[in-house]
C-alpha cells in the first residue's frame, strides 16, 4: 500500500499552479521567494509555484533549488537552453495539473496578491487577464507597448487592452489546448476566444522593475508583436475545432 506524505496530499489538493518564468534573475529571487511565500498564505485556493528556468546563465538555477528547498509548494522545472518566454510559458502550462494555472514575470512588477483579483471570476471565464491600470515604465516602453497592442486588436478582434499583463490566469485544460509558438503569448486571450471561451480583464497594481533586466527593447517589443500577428492569422484560418456529439455503443 502506497502512503502519501502530508507534501503529497497537499500538492493532489492545490487547485493553483503559478508558472513563473525565469532567465537571468538571480538579484531578485529571495526578494520573489518573500513575495510568492506571502501570497500562499493569503490565497483563496490551495495553491502552488511552479519555476521554469529557460537556460539561465546567471546562476537562476541553484538559487531556484535553494528557495525550493525552503518551501514544500515550490517546484522547478529546468529548460535544457534559452528558448525564450513563450517555450517557457508553455513548458509550465504542459507540466501543470491543477485545474486553474496563472503566470507572472520574475522582475514582480506585478503583484501576486492580485492573483486574488482574479480567482473568483475563473467560474464564468476561461481566462482572467490582468491590465496594468497605472504602468511604471518609461515613456518609450509605455508608446511601443501601447501601439503594439493597437495593431494586435485590429488583428485579433480580441477585445484586451494589455495582452502584455504578466499577471493571468487560465483553466489548464484550455491553455493545454492552446498551440503555442514563439511570441504567442501575446495572442492568449485571442487563442482562448477561437476555442469559443470567454475573456475578462481586471485592472491590476504595476510597480517599476527593482533589479535585473529587461528581456525586450523598443525594436522587439514592436516588430516581434508585428510579425506575429500575421503568425496569428494564419493559424486562425487553419485552426482545427470539433466537438463531439455523440458516441458509441451505449
Known sequence: MEVLTKNDQKRMDAIFTII???????????RLATSLSEYLKLALV??????????STDGSRSGIKSICK????FSY???????GLSAAIKAGIDH???????????DLQTDPQDFNVLLPHMENYEIVTGVRAKREDSLSKRLSSRFANS????????????????????????????????GLHRFLPAMVLLQGGKVLQLP???????TGTSKFNTWNRLLGPLADCFVYLWMKRKYIQYRVGDYGPK
Open 46 to 55: 490551495e495553491t502552488r509555484v511552479l519555476f521554469v528556468d529557460d537556460g
Open 151 to 182: 495593431f494586435r486588436r485590429l488583428f485579433t478582434n480580441d477585445g484586451v487592452d494589455d495582452t502584455g499583463c504578466p499577471l493571468k490566469i487560465l483553466r489548464t485544460d484550455v491553455a493545454k489546448a492552446i498551440p503555442m509558438f514563439s
Open 20 to 30: 513563473v518564468p525565469i532567465y537571468n534573475e538571480v538579484m531578485g529571487l529571495e
Open 204 to 210: 491590476v497594481r504595476h510597480y517599476p522593475r527593482i
Open 70 to 73: 525552503k518551501n514544500d509548494s
Open 96 to 106: 501543470v495539473q491543477t485545474p486553474l494555472l496563472g503566470y507572472i514575470d520574475a
Open 77 to 83: 522545472l529546468f529548460l535544457d537552453k534559452n528558448y
